[in-house]
């Protein structure tokens, strides 16, 4: 059975990184050929796609977060990780980390989900 799940804060500050790691057990992260993605849902807004990384650790970024997220993995824990920096209010979400058999934005078609994490961007 393939589980994740997202840790990290849940009040970060406006200009700072966001940072957060997925947790998945039930399979590795370099196995097979899945892609590793992150999404956000902002209050009353549709899902995101921020980006996802294939097992063979190449990377791919949605157009609005390329310029300012960072995601990376370590092997050794089987997690994979997203940066996001200079955040603003407008950041403020419910992250989710989710695997894919492709490489895909569209969130119908993520296999597997985290239960999502609340972040807030707040002073």
């Known amino acids: 059975q393939v589980q994740l799940r997202e840790s990290g804060p849940g009040l970060v500050r406006p200009s700072e990184t966001l940072s957060l790691s997925c947790t998945v057990s039930?399979?590795?992260?370099?196995?097979?050929?899945?892609?590793w993605g992150w999404f956000r849902r902002p209050p009353g807004k549709d899902l995101e796609w921020i980006g996802a990384m294939h097992t063979s650790g190449d990377i791919y970024y949605g157009p609005s977060f390329k310029s300012r997220t960072v995601i990376s993995r370590d092997t050794s824990k089987n997690q994979f990780a997203l940066q996001l920096s200079s955040v603003t209010p407008e950041d403020t979400a419910v992250y989710y980390c989710a695997r894919a058999p492709y490489l895909t934005y569209s969130a119908s078609e993520y296999e597997y989900w985290g239960q999502g994490t609340q972040v807030t961007v707040s002073s």
């Open positions: 039930g399979t590795s992260i370099t196995a097979d050929y899945d892609y």
